[in-house]
């Protein structure tokens, strides 16, 4: 049962992230009930239980606080059965690291929006002790790890909260087998210099053995920080330094395309798509489905819309927007204030222009189950994917693969990493000009039913092809390949 590198056919396979798939919700003193984690790197490693070449265990944080053993306990051996191993973190942790380090500092930063400013200045000047917490963080993540680690397993470490992790894994057993992927771009090198841990960070991520990104141009804008930043030589393969070599490398995540393939079939499916259809007959349906975060350009989308009605009196009711805007990072100020300002500007524009009967935007605070979810992909038009910034995003994927009898329209922002993959069949926007997303959704509203069919097909082909199974395969047989070669250097 061996592979001829004596790599076991199955292979043990570790995924740190900072979330689980599944958050806990406190029943009881011993009782939890699990639900399915938000976010694209949940919906993309969800497949890694399918995938037969790996046995995969998932070690995080279930996103609640469990100050208590008995609570400790009890979670632990709800979430084994789900093959995932806690990480327990307590308030001040999370406070200083979750909601400060990664959420204010560093998520931002990552996708352009810069370092803290004004009101947000407040938190600069603790950046020390959050960064101090965040170096904590990623060293309890460490010791869970070790804790299960086996011989021969492959630790695959996930996004910008554990860039400490490759480090603290290598420092104990240099040995141990470690991949980094980052979720979120990696902005160019001159926005990650103005970073006061911008070398600390860097050179931790160069302790693993493979570094992925979704795009090319992300995995170039960290080679470039490593040469221009730490002095060290970027090559074709990747970052060297001393004749140590980091690989660095683009692995464009996908999705399980097949899992919203098959759900449409699924009869419950069926019936929500038509009370939709219904519910909404007579009207164009465009979707949006976001987390509420900045990076989203929620506000953006909806002035855009603003504009295309008042540009198009002939639209008016004869199109809805559907918002699902799913709460995230609730403790973070700069998401509540963002909140604030999407109900306010949904409010006037559906006192502006809506009739007694019907309003022109439907916002919702909350996701949707899987089910619903799919049913409303299938039944919309148009798909608004209208991210400032963002590392692939996955909503554009989710809509194409429920769309092979409506072959409706996705308008996609530039700026996402999913615009180097589905550039050809969607309409590709700026999103910052209010502008030219009005126009693309006139446009796409007119759209001639072969173009929509010929760009629909071009979008399905991919997203069937490019799975998150494949993703997660090439990523991990990489990481064997890049660690034998190491071998065989350091041999010869
Ligand atoms: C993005 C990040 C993930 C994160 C997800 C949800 O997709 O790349 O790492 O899990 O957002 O955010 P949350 O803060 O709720 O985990």
């Not at 010791?143 to 490759?166: A, Q, S, T």
């Not at 490398?249 to 097949?258: E, H, Q």
């Not at 400032?388 to 693969?401: C, H, K, P, Q, T």
Request: a negative charge; charged letters at 25%; proline letters at 4%.
């Amino acid at each position: 049962s061996e592979t001829e590198d004596g790599r076991p056919l199955k292979q043990r396979l570790l995924v740190v992230a900072n979330r689980l798939p599944v958050s806990a919700v406190r029943k009881g003193e011993d009782t939890w009930s699990l639900e399915i984690s938000a976010g694209g790197l949940v919906s993309a490693l969800l497949v890694l239980p399918g995938v037969k070449e790996f046995e995969a265990k998932w070690i995080g944080w279930a996103g609640v606080n469990v100050p208590d053993e008995i609570g400790q306990k009890a979670l632990s051996k709800a979430l084994a059965e789900k093959r995932c191993i806690p990480v327990f973190l307590d308030e001040e942790i999370v406070h200083q690291y979750y909601n400060g380090y990664c959420n204010n500092i560093l998520w931002p930063l990552f996708h352009y929006l810069g370092l803290p400013q004004e009101d947000r200045l407040a938190t600069t000047r603790s950046f020390q002790s959050q960064f101090d917490a965040y170096k904590r963080a990623n060293k309890m993540f460490a010791d869970v790890v070790i804790k299960h680690y086996e011989e021969g397993d492959v630790v695959w470490c996930h996004d910008y909260h554990l860039m400490f992790l490759p480090k603290c894994l290598k420092e104990h057993d240099a040995s141990i087998k470690v991949g980094w992927f980052l979720h979120t771009p990696f902005p160019s090198s001159e926005i990650h210099r103005t970073l006061p841990s911008r070398s600390d960070l860097l050179r931790s991520v160069l302790a693993a053995d493979l570094v992925g990104f979704h795009t090319y141009d992300y995995a170039r804008h960290f080679v470039s920080a490593c040469t221009r930043i730490l002095g060290l030589e970027g090559t074709p393969e990747g970052v060297e330094d001393q004749g140590k070599l980091t690989r660095v490398a683009a692995f464009p995540i996908g999705i399980d395309s097949g899992r919203f393939i098959r759900a449409l079939e699924v009869p419950q499916v069926q019936e929500h798509i038509r009370v939709l259809k219904e519910r909404f007959a007579g009207r164009k349906v465009m979707l949006g489905v976001d987390r509420l975060d900045m990076i989203k350009g929620i506000p953006q989308k909806i002035l855009a819309f603003e504009k295309f009605l008042e540009e198009n009196a002939k639209w008016h009711d004869k199109v809805v927007l559907l918002q699902i805007a799913v709460p995230t990072r609730t403790d973070v100020p700069e998401y509540q204030k963002l909140t604030s300002q999407v109900h306010e500007i949904v409010g006037r524009i559906n006192g502006r222009f809506g009739t007694l009967t019907a309003v022109p935007i439907h916002h919702l605070d909350r996701s949707l189950d899987f089910h619903a979810l799919c049913a409303l992909y299938a039944i919309t038009d148009i798909a608004l994917v209208t991210s400032l910034r963002d590392g692939m995003n996955l909503v554009s994927y989710e809509f194409v693969a429920c769309q092979a009898s409506k072959k409706g329209v996705l308008i996609l922002s530039e700026f996402a990493g999913a615009a180097q993959s589905l550039g050809a069949g969607a309409l590709l926007v700026n999103p910052w000009n209010i502008t030219e997303v009005a126009q693309s959704i006139a446009y796409a509203l007119d759209m001639p039913p072969d173009e929509r069919e010929k760009r629909h097909q071009h979008n399905y082909e991919h997203v069937t092809r490019h799975t998150a199974q494949d993703w997660a395969e090439t990523f991990v047989s990489e990481l064997n390949d890049t660690v034998v070669e190491a071998q065989l250097r350091t041999r010869a």
